[in-house]
Nanobody, 116 residues
């Protein structure tokens, strides 16, 4: 079993920044992929950003050039730097870790609210 603990969410004004962190209880060095998803009220959960074990990143069009996913293998932590935040970025953000045959895991979610 792997635990993922997110932190860094909160309330921020339009144009502000936040950095989300996702700490894993198991090494992320050989993860298949790790990513951030979000779910706004009344909407489906959507991929925000992901990173493969080889460092290949993928972003939703709506966050390109504003959000950056990164990882620190030594700390077993993945980050999501969010800049130029917009009201439509308001959602619960979830961390996801794909350990391939060892399974896929989700964090408990962290609320991000962008006020106009």
């Amino acid at each position: 079993q792997v635990q993922l603990v997110e932190s860094g969410g909160g309330l921020v004004q339009v144009g502000g920044s936040l950095r989300l962190s996702c700490a894993a209880s198991k090494s992320i060095f050989r993860l298949n992929a790790m990513g951030w998803y979000r779910q706004a009220p009344g909407k489906q959960r959507e991929l925000v950003a992901s990173m493969t074990s080889g460092g290949i990143t993928n972003y939703a069009d709506s966050v390109k050039d504003r959000f950056t996913i990164s990882r620190d293998n030594a700390k077993n932590t993945v980050y999501l730097q969010m800049n130029s935040l917009k009201p439509e970025d308001t959602a619960v953000y979830y961390c996801n870790a794909d350990y391939s045959v060892l399974g896929e895991y989700w964090g408990q979610g962290t609320q991000v609210t962008v006020s106009s």
